[in-house]
């Protein structure tokens, strides 16, 4: 008997760390739950008491992977090829009521989130660069780590490996504005299908790695915060009371005549009847937003009724959650304490969009303070959400006396400092924690492009295109004229064109493909 119960907990040990489990929400919640009863104020939780305010679908739940101390203030996170998480600490960002916007301390962060003992939470923290001005875009390259710093974008290098940074060069200073508005900013750096890095706010530019170089190539301004895409290479972005844009023609091809106002395909709503994809259906009272106070913005149990703040647009790519999930769109709406999930549907002419719940969203809470800012697909197949947990959420310059009026009675401007990161896990998860794309050979990581995780391929094929991989051209035609799988033959496609050794004949065969997505780049790269 105690050897049959020795090897139960054995097992269940090797369970925690497969899967991660530790602290988590609970799986089981009655759902949809409807609006909740709060209390009159809202002060901070700990994290153990924060994952019980969570309500999500039956057999979903999260999973706390970093807090506070660990992480602060977090924006925008990133992956390294080793599993290490990349964060972005906006530390100046509302101090309080009465500081200067924006705020040009140098108090800013970039820091590194590592789990040594392999329990799926993170357990050390280093400061990869501090200094920083309201920093807000990041991207782990194999050459370097890009750092979005209005009006300034840095390529930040680890010359030792100790994962601080030593030196860094400027790509360039039109990356936003240093004195412009916090919430509208440029932000993004997406390494897009085609090889582009993709921005979104009130940035013009965006840019592509040439002769071992970033290209700064003009844009049109599009979204406010976030940017993700599909398999098919379609860039999606948002605006606050819009949850859903696409470029359906990428906006790179309108830069060309500076004349065009109207940009037909580049930026479309995606709407369904009613706009009920706007839609929202949070499980508290919202009385802390700008419009609260006007008719048709809240319901009489006084929750939103529309987006107000819906940002960190994310198409689900990953390989370990239900597979009803994949390719659908997920939106975070920080004023709302909620992200949304989006059902896409391509008929063949043109994307249609809906909300996935009736009367639900994929994930919710009853804590004010829960401020869900950015979304991403892991390494690990999973979705992770960073929170920047905080009361204020808007940035000064636009909050109206109204809010202000509600920070101050519910004593929502303090504390500041705090921050988590969960990842969105189901009861039949078991997440991938493998690392071989640290160590891949080149002929690995072509072989990487036909894997099922996005974020394997998508990597892949960067690091491919960085190391200017030509020896392997030939194993990327084959894939590329000869893969069962229509994504992984985008992805070789894209890598020839990203290190200049597609061949004509490649193209040819691309134009006839059985895939509409698969001819359409091929059309893009002839």
Not at 374 to 397: E, H, K
Request: net charge negative.
């Amino acid at each position: 008997m105690l050897l049959v119960r020795l090897r139960t907990i054995a097992l269940l040990l090797i369970a925690s760390v497969i899967t991660g489990y530790g602290q988590s929400s609970p799986a089981n919640r009655p759902w949809p739950p409807g609006v909740q009863k709060v209390s009159d104020e809202s002060p901070p939780l700990s994290p153990a008491e924060a994952l019980k305010t969570f309500y999500m679908p039956p057999g979903y739940r999260l999973e706390l992977v970093a807090s506070e101390p660990l992480v602060q203030d977090p924006a925008v996170m990133d992956w390294d090829l080793e599993g290490r998480l990349w964060v972005v600490e906006m530390t100046g960002f509302v101090r309080d009521l009465e500081a200067p916007e924006p705020n040009l301390d140098r108090i800013g962060n970039v820091v590194v989130l590592e789990d040594t003992n392999h329990d799926g939470k993170m357990d050390k923290r280093t400061v990869f660069a501090d200094g920083l001005i309201l920093p807000r875009a990041l991207k782990v390259l194999d050459r370097g780590v890009l750092v979005g710093e209005p009006g300034s974008l840095w390529l930040m290098h680890d010359t030792n490996g100790d994962l601080k940074v030593d030196t860094k060069e400027l790509v360039t200073n039109q990356y936003g504005r240093l004195q412009g508005g916090v919430e509208g900013n440029a932000n993004g750096l997406y390494w897009g299908l085609d090889n582009r890095l993709y921005t979104t706010g009130e940035a013009d530019v965006y840019f592509r790695l040439k002769d071992l170089k970033f290209e700064v190539l003009k844009t049109l301004e599009r979204g406010e915060w976030g940017v993700t895409q599909d398999d098919a290479g379609r860039t999606y972005r948002n605006t606050n009371e819009s949850a859903l844009h696409v470029d359906f023609v990428p906006t790179a091809y309108y830069a060309r005549n500076p004349s065009l106002l109207r940009t037909r395909g580049s930026y479309e709503a995606l709407r369904d009847e009613d706009d009920a994809v706007n839609t929202v259906w949070p499980v508290r009272p919202n009385p802390g937003t700008n419009r609260a106070y006007q008719v048709g913005i809240d319901r009489p149990d006084d929750s939103l009724a529309k987006f107000t703040a819906v940002c960190a647009p994310l198409v689900y790519r990953g390989d370990r959650l239900p597979a009803e999930l994949y390719g659908n769109a997920f939106v975070a709406d920080p004023a709302a304490n909620l992200v949304g999930r989006i059902v896409l549907t391509d008929d063949g002419t043109t994307l249609r969009a809906r909300k996935a719940y009736d009367n639900a969203e994929f994930l919710a809470s009853t804590d004010e303070r829960f401020r869900p800012v950015y979304l991403s697909n892991a390494p690990d197949g999973t979705l992770y959400i960073v929170d920047m947990y905080r009361g204020i959420i808007q940035d000064r310059s636009s909050t109206t006396v109204y809010l202000r009026d509600h920070i101050i009675r519910r004593k929502l401007d303090q504390p500041t400092g705090m921050g988590r990161i969960y990842r969105v896990v189901h009861e039949t998860t078991r997440r991938d924690t493998s690392t071989a794309l640290a160590t891949a050979t080149p002929a690995q990581l072509v072989d990487a492009l036909a894997h099922p995780n996005g974020w394997w391929r998508d990597t892949a094929q960067r690091l491919l295109v960085e190391r200017g991989a030509r020896p392997v051209a030939g194993a990327l035609t084959r894939l590329a004229e000869s893969a069962k799988d229509p994504r992984a033959r985008l992805h070789a496609l894209w890598t020839l064109d990203g290190i200049d050794a597609i061949e004509r004949a490649t193209v040819v065969k691309a134009l006839e493909d059985t895939s509409r997505d698969v001819r359409a780049s091929a059309i893009r790269i002839a």
